[in-house]
């Protein structure tokens, strides 16, 4: 069993920043590929961000590439999302996401373990 918890969300103006954590128990963190997804409201859950268990590469959706930095603690068994310069188009509810196995980690289907997520909103 694999726990994640998500925190950080909360309400920002346009060009602020927020640090989203993912804590993760239940198993050895540092096995996994983490994600971070996100769903605006009405709309499908699109990826926004991954990095490899050992932290050595990380791959970004376009809309938040230069704006988005994701890292990972495993000492802490936590990763993180820094998100510079947010736009409203930003607002959504923010997902973590672990991979046992090897896929591409853009994709949903993935990842086996997922959080329940937390709210970001980027008022205008």
């Known amino acids: 069993q694999v726990q994640l918890v998500e925190s950080g969300g909360g309400l920002v103006q346009a060009g602020g920043s927020l640090r989203l954590s993912c804590a993760a128990s239940?198993?050895?963190?540092?096995?996994?590929?983490m994600g971070w997804f996100r769903q605006a409201p009405g709309k499908d859950r699109k990826f926004v961000a991954s990095?490899?268990?050992?932290?050595?590469?990380?791959y970004y959706a376009d809309s938040v590439k230069g704006r988005f930095t994701i890292s990972r603690d495993n000492a802490k068994s936590t990763v993180y999302l820094q998100m510079n310069s947010l736009k409203p188009e930003d607002t959504a509810v923010y997902y973590c996401?672990?991979?046992?196995?090897?896929?591409?980690?853009?994709?949903?289907?993935?990842?086996?373990?997922w959080g329940q997520g937390t709210q970001v909103t980027v008022s205008s």
């Open positions: 996401a672990a991979a046992n196995s090897y896929g591409d980690y853009a994709l949903g289907i993935s990842y086996d373990y």
């Open positions: 239940g198993r050895t963190f540092s096995s996994y590929a």
């Open positions: 990095i490899s268990w050992s932290g050595s590469s990380t």
